[in-house]
């Protein structure tokens, strides 16, 4: 019991992050109607700016960035992580301004040859020296591990503490914030309405006097800002880096379009769920099955779930006019 209740810890804690890094992609796919293959890129940028700047913040307060024991105070990760969200979000304005607004009514495979460009320049330029160095790197540490509460199963010489830890309640509970800040936003406000009326029919809705070119390039920065927060727990987690090419950065992206799928690509609920969804399969089968298949039991469900629904768990399937 205690190891169920440990691993389902951790995959509410992976869960957030998945779902975090989801809505990017199913917010351009819902308005576009592309697969933006640059958005795990976006993630690795949040993440290695959130080093930058700690290691740059840190010698400023006295404090050494390699000493795990000295610890900043709280709102150095909050200035950190604001930061890296504001980087990303203008990188992510750049990159809809630059590269794909003239491409909105090219054939998609123009598209998704760009996509795949651009993410491979965010990649090697994140390794030039100027930027983040090619050498893997260890995330200073913004917050105390502390243990919240712990829940003891068992007695006698058989006792089992579950640990849960600041970190991972700080992860859900800023992920679950965005995403109920981005909810609101697109089904309560009148930006979501455009940004649903543009995803419904682009030339319709500048008709009606909708600014498509705003709401495109907000849609963009509204993704990447999540993707930068994504970035910054994950490190807080993990905070061992790998250098910002590494496969481990892609399959962290890939995973994410994984739950983006198995939700309903372009719902955005859907993303949420299937962020959690990946998650728990991928913990508890590690868990209990085997920890060296935890990558084939995601995409084995992706496979399943497009076999049985291709629209994905809260997707509706696709009307084409002919």
């Given at each position: 019991?205690a190891d169920?209740?440990q691993?389902?810890?951790?995959?509410l804690?992976?869960g957030s992050?998945?779902a975090?890094?989801?809505l990017?992609?199913?917010?351009v796919y819902g308005?576009?109607?592309?697969i933006?293959?640059a958005?795990?890129d976006?993630v690795?940028?949040?993440?290695?700016?959130?080093?930058?700047?700690?290691?740059r913040i840190?010698?400023?307060l006295?404090?050494?960035?390699h000493n795990?024991?000295?610890l900043p105070?709280?709102?150095?990760?909050?200035?950190?992580?604001l930061a890296?969200?504001?980087?990303c979000?203008?990188?992510?304005?750049a990159?809809e301004?630059l590269?794909y607004?003239r491409?909105?009514?090219a054939?998609?495979l123009?598209?998704?040859i760009?996509?795949?460009?651009v993410?491979?320049f965010?990649?090697?330029v994140?390794q030039?020296?100027?930027?983040?160095?090619a050498?893997?790197q260890?995330?200073?540490a913004?917050?105390?591990?502390?243990?919240?509460?712990?829940?003891?199963?068992?007695?006698?010489e058989s006792?089992r503490?579950?640990?849960?830890?600041?970190?991972?309640v700080v992860?859900?509970s800023?992920?679950?914030?965005?995403?109920?800040?981005m909810q609101?936003?697109?089904?309560h406000?009148?930006l979501?309405?455009?940004?649903r009326a543009?995803?419904?029919?682009t030339?319709?809705a500048?008709l009606?006097g909708?600014?498509?070119d705003?709401?495109v390039s907000?849609?963009f920065?509204l993704?990447?800002?999540l993707?930068a927060a994504?970035g910054?727990?994950?490190?807080?987690k993990?905070p061992?880096?790998?250098?910002?090419?590494?496969?481990?950065?892609?399959?962290?992206?890939?995973?994410a379009?994984?739950a983006a799928?198995?939700?309903?690509?372009?719902?955005?609920?859907?993303?949420v769920?299937?962020?959690?969804?990946?998650?728990?399969v991928?913990q508890f089968?590690?868990?209990y099955?085997s920890?060296n298949?935890?990558?084939v039991y995601?995409?084995a469900?992706?496979?399943v779930i497009l076999?049985?629904k291709p629209?994905?768990?809260?997707?509706?399937?696709?009307q084409?006019k002919v």
């Amino acid at each position: 019991m205690a190891d169920f209740v440990q691993t389902l810890i951790t995959a509410l804690a992976i869960g957030s992050l998945y779902a975090l890094i989801a809505l990017g992609y199913t917010m351009v796919y819902g308005i576009l109607k592309f697969i933006n293959f640059a958005h795990s890129d976006i993630v690795v940028l949040g993440a290695w700016s959130s080093y930058t700047l700690a290691i740059r913040i840190l010698p400023w307060l006295g404090l050494d960035p390699h000493n795990p024991a000295a610890l900043p105070p709280f709102w150095v990760a909050a200035v950190v992580m604001l930061a890296a969200m504001v980087y990303c979000g203008v990188v992510g304005f750049a990159i809809e301004r630059l590269a794909y607004r003239r491409l909105r009514r090219a054939p998609r495979l123009n598209v998704l040859i760009t996509a795949i460009g651009v993410s491979l320049f965010l990649q090697n330029v994140g390794q030039l020296d100027f930027m983040f160095g090619a050498s893997p790197q260890k995330m200073p540490a913004l917050l105390p591990s502390w243990e919240l509460a712990s829940i003891t199963f068992g007695d006698g010489e058989s006792v089992r503490r579950v640990v849960i830890g600041l970190v991972d309640v700080v992860i859900f509970s800023l992920a679950a914030s965005l995403m109920l800040v981005m909810q609101y936003l697109v089904f309560h406000t009148k930006l979501g309405v455009a940004m649903r009326a543009v995803s419904f029919n682009t030339d319709t809705a500048a008709l009606m006097g909708i600014p498509v070119d705003r709401v495109v390039s907000f849609t963009f920065v509204l993704g990447s800002v999540l993707a930068a927060a994504a970035g910054f727990l994950f490190v807080m987690k993990y905070p061992g880096m790998n250098q910002p090419a590494h496969a481990i950065w892609v399959l962290l992206g890939l995973k994410a379009f994984v739950a983006a799928v198995i939700g309903g690509i372009g719902n955005v609920r859907g993303a949420v769920l299937g962020g959690f969804v990946i998650a728990f399969v991928e913990q508890f089968g590690a868990f209990y099955v085997s920890s060296n298949y935890r990558d084939v039991y995601v995409f084995a469900l992706l496979i399943v779930i497009l076999l049985v629904k291709p629209s994905g768990l809260l997707g509706s399937p696709a009307q084409e006019k002919v």
